[in-house]
């Protein structure tokens, strides 16, 4: 039954003084109903017309509020029948604290839509070489020597500063560890938080090199498999007592798992004395709404490990990342860095510190939004308007790729071997899927990269793309 907007929040009425937007006043107000309780799973939303007419507000405001709640996982939204309450499983969980072109032609990777792949052209050169020369003006020390082991101090408290604003994780820097970049953390967290011998939960389908530390450090790998939600939750009599995710965007097919889910993960760690390893390696890019809480920040980092990377905002040579560890394991995850020698380098830190506190890093990052959005939205209906015949996309309004799930009479491997002679970088998604099926589909497609190409490039590539695909057929 649909409920009205009276029934559906009572005693909400938007305030216009807040300094909080009234969208998020709205999202505040539905969280908080659907977290105790009081709207229930499968409820239905009255429509945003109606609700907007209640209020008094534009009727933007309630679609922007519904969108951000689907993205957060509280709310679905079905073609032609409006919004309903998702699943959230049993927990109470304190609420989340957030506070909540083209240029040069330099520097050009030889592969056309590869996945994952930032575009080196939009590196900020300029503004990046005015940190370092001012550095190496005023302190050359802090270029060589002036970084600790985990990291240099104010690159930690710049780090600390943009994970309290963007996700809502409130730590120290001293919790912050620097590495090489987020595949460099995933292997320290794994060494420091799952014993030898013991089994480690990863998503499957997922990023392939976790599972590959996890076989080299003598762990076992138990896979969990994906429905609408997000990853399957082991049960807590398992042996699985570490579980790595990717919360905010799936990796590689996109989508954020429910908030339902969430806390189910969360209750499982709490239960079974489980760890978390958040895996949160592109959640800058969301191109719609406002940033998905992390799981970290709805756990308060009491069993979640918290993973970013600079890879994809700059790029993936830079080879910086960082850890967000609970207070109670910063000493064994230092210690797992000593003894996997890890060791981020110490002179872009400096610069990258410079650049995040002088505002630049913000100014790239929103400026890359806006592009990668463009090209996002570009990819995603480019493929919806020449490529229906032969397969569908979901567009998730987030991340670096995109995935064109094939019709059956393809091969996604046949086509990607093929698609690399011809200078396309696809990938298959089969390689990423250790199961037949990924949510309910068969696991038949190609990944492509969304970002590294404007939209010109993107259509040349994407006939070529076809072409391809006809002659594999
Ligand atoms: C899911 C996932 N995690 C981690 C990484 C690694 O990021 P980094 O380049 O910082 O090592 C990637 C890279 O594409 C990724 O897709």
Request: proline share 5%.
């Amino acid at each position: 039954m649909v409920e009205t907007p009276r029934d559906i929040l009572p005693s909400f009425m938007p305030d216009r003084t807040s300094p909080t937007p009234i969208f998020e006043q709205i999202c505040a107000a539905f969280r908080e109903r659907i977290r105790s309780g009081a709207l229930r799973e499968r409820a239905r939303l009255p429509a945003t017309r109606a609700l907007a007419q209640d209020l008094g507000i534009a009727r933007a405001t309630v679609v922007t509020s519904y969108d951000q709640l689907v993205a957060e996982g509280y709310l679905a939204a079905r073609r032609g029948s409006g919004y309903s309450v998702c699943a959230m499983g049993d927990v109470e969980l304190t609420p989340p604290r957030t506070s909540v072109s083209a240029g040069d032609g330099r520097e050009r990777p030889a592969m056309l839509l590869a996945a994952g792949q930032p575009d080196m052209r939009l590196f900020p050169h300029r503004a990046w070489a005015k940190c370092v020369a001012r550095l190496c003006r005023t302190r050359p020390e802090d270029m060589l020597i002036g970084c600790g082991r985990f990291g240099h101090s104010e690159l930690r408290q710049a780090i600390a500063a943009h994970v309290r604003d963007w996700r809502g994780i409130d730590a120290r820097p001293e919790q912050v560890l620097v590495t090489s970049g987020a595949t460099e953390a995933l292997d320290i967290c794994l060494h420091a938080l799952a014993a030898p011998g013991s089994t480690v939960g990863v998503e499957d389908p997922g990023y392939p090199l976790i599972r590959l530390f996890a076989e080299r450090q003598g762990r076992r790998v138990r896979d969990l498999s994906l429905d609408s939600q997000g990853a399957e939750v082991p049960d807590p009599g398992e042996e699985t007592g570490v579980v790595v995710l990717t919360p905010s965007h799936q990796f590689p097919l996109g989508g954020a798992m429910s908030a339902g889910r969430r806390q189910a993960f969360v209750l499982w760690a709490a239960q079974r004395q489980g760890w978390i390893i958040e895996d949160d390696y592109d959640s800058e890019f969301r191109y719609a709404g406002r940033p998905i809480p992390a799981m970290a920040s709805v756990d308060g980092l009491g069993r979640t490990v918290y993973i970013g990377s600079f890879s994809k905002i700059f790029s993936n040579s830079l080879r910086l990342g960082y850890v967000v560890a609970p207070e109670g394991q910063v000493a064994a995850l230092s210690q797992a860095m000593r003894l996997r020698g890890a060791r981020a380098s110490a002179m872009p830190q400096a610069a990258l510190a410079e650049f995040m506190l002088r505002g630049e890093f913000y100014r790239h990052l929103r400026r890359v939004r806006r592009l990668y959005a463009e090209r996002h939205r570009h990819l995603i209906e480019h493929l919806r308007t020449e490529f229906a015949d032969i397969g569908h996309v979901v567009d998730h309004q987030a991340g670096m790729q995109v995935v064109l799930h094939l019709a059956p009479h393809l091969s996604d491997v046949r086509i990607t071997k093929a698609a690399r002679q011809a200078g396309i970088g696809v990938e298959a998604l089969s390689e990423f899927c250790r199961s037949a099926l990924v949510r309910g589909e068969a696991s038949n497609g190609l990944v492509l990269g969304a970002c590294l190409n404007d939209p010109e490039e993107q259509k040349a590539a994407l006939a070529r793309l076809r072409a391809v695909i006809s002659s594999t057929e």
